[in-house]
Antibody, heavy 124, light 108 residues
Framework: QVQVQQWGAGLLKPSETLSLTCAVY????????WGWVRQPPGKGLEWIGEFSQSGTTNYNPSLRGRAAISVDRSKNQFSLKLSSVTAADTAIYFCARVDRGVLPPFYYYYYIDVWGKGTTVIVS | SSELTQDPDVSVALGQTVRITCQGD??????ASWYQQKPGQAPVLVIFGKNNRPSGIPDRFSVSSSGSTASLTITGAQAEDEADYYC???????????FGGGTKLTVL
């Protein structure tokens, strides 16, 4: 069974760079998509971005280019950096495994089947 | 921009059936996935694809869809089903992933 373990700094000052890492156990980064989701206090889920088996990345446009996901396949880990943080970036951050594709007759699917426990990041 | 819309609050009497809806244009070409989240915990996938449940999810959870609306149905709601529920999809035209705003389900 695939499991993920995440870690990173939990307290940042405005304008600093958020840095989180997610290690994957029992699975391979060369299969599925992998990414990050966050949840501000008392609010809903927000997709941050993801990368594909080939390494192609895709980000939420609302983050205006501040997010960057990198991959270390030798360690089976991936990381998130979010630059120029503000109080609005205060949230619980989850790493996640994504499955996506298309089913006949031509209907797509997208879901997250593995979630990290979450890392609370406070910007203050 | 396209988005997914959910009712913020829904309640159901214990043992009764409840439907939680999710509306959005992307659902015309995507199956919605659904997640259950309890306080202080990570979300848990409860439904994906046409109507698939991960191992361990009770069969009282099911989905249906029509046009731009997807519905999660809990048949015979239990006290442990009280949680927040989120729908999720992807918008191919905007190359973006969406979550609904979430529905807080109260089991009375």
């Amino acid at each position: 069974q695939v499991q993920v373990q995440q870690w990173g700094a939990g307290l940042l000052k405005p304008s600093e760079t958020l840095s989180l890492t997610c290690a994957v156990y029992g699975g391979s980064l060369s299969r599925n998509y992998w990414g990050w989701v966050r949840q501000p206090p008392g609010k809903g889920l927000e997709w941050i971005g993801e990368f594909s088996q080939s390494g192609t990345t895709n980000y939420n446009p609302s983050l205006r280019g501040r997010a960057a996901i990198s991959v270390d396949r030798s360690k089976n880990q991936f990381s998130l950096k979010l630059s120029s943080v503000t109080a609005a970036d205060t949230a619980i951050y989850f790493c996640a495994r994504v499955d996506r594709g298309v089913l006949p007759p031509f209907y797509y699917y997208y879901y997250i089947d593995v979630w990290g426990k979450g890392t609370t990041v406070i910007v203050s | 921009s396209s988005e997914l819309t959910q009712d913020p609050d829904v309640s159901v009497a214990l043992g009764q059936t409840v439907r939680i809806t999710c509306q959005g244009d992307s659902l015309r070409s995507y199956y919605a996935s659904w997640y259950q989240q309890k306080p202080g915990q990570a979300p848990v996938l409860v439904i994906f694809g046409k109507n698939n449940r991960p191992s361990g999810i009770p069969d009282r959870f099911s989905v249906s869809s029509s046009g731009s609306t997807a519905s999660l149905t809990i048949t015979g709601a239990q006290a442990e089903d009280e949680a927040d529920y989120y729908c999720n999809s992807r918008d191919n035209s905007e190359n973006n992933v969406q979550f609904g705003g979430g529905t807080k389900l109260t089991v009375l």
